[in-house]
């Protein structure tokens, strides 16, 4: 197939190219080490070869979004269950019941 976007598309056409991504190349050894008759070999032959994967800008921004929507979503829901309990006590003071707990509360 031919992508539109070119050299400049982010994403990987094949196997090939997944290989040779900051995040994977050379990060792993070679099974055939020192040995290998790969005219490109993807895996690294000496440990000084081994890489660190490199953080990938785009993977950061999802997860660092991802975050903070769940930073957000805790925030909503504690939010609800501070007005439902707020809503609770309201309600109870309406019908009476929150006057007769402190006035037992402070016969005890």
Known sequence: GY??????????????????????????MCTDGTDCKRRVCFFAHLEEEI?????????????LAADAQRQQMQQQKQQQEV?????????????????NIQSNAYLE
């Not at 094949?14 to 990060?27: A, I, K, N, Q």
């Not at 007005?83 to 006057?99: C, E």
């Open 51 to 63: 890489r660190t994967p490199e953080e990938d800008p785009e993977i950061l921004r999802v997860e």
């Open 3 to 28: 992508c539109k976007r070119g050299d400049s598309c982010q994403f990987a056409h094949g196997v090939f190219e997944c290989w040779l991504h900051p995040s994977r190349y050379r990060t792993q």
């Open 83 to 99: 007005a439902a309990a707020l809503s609770t006590l309201m309600n109870a003071q309406h019908n009476g019941y929150l006057s």
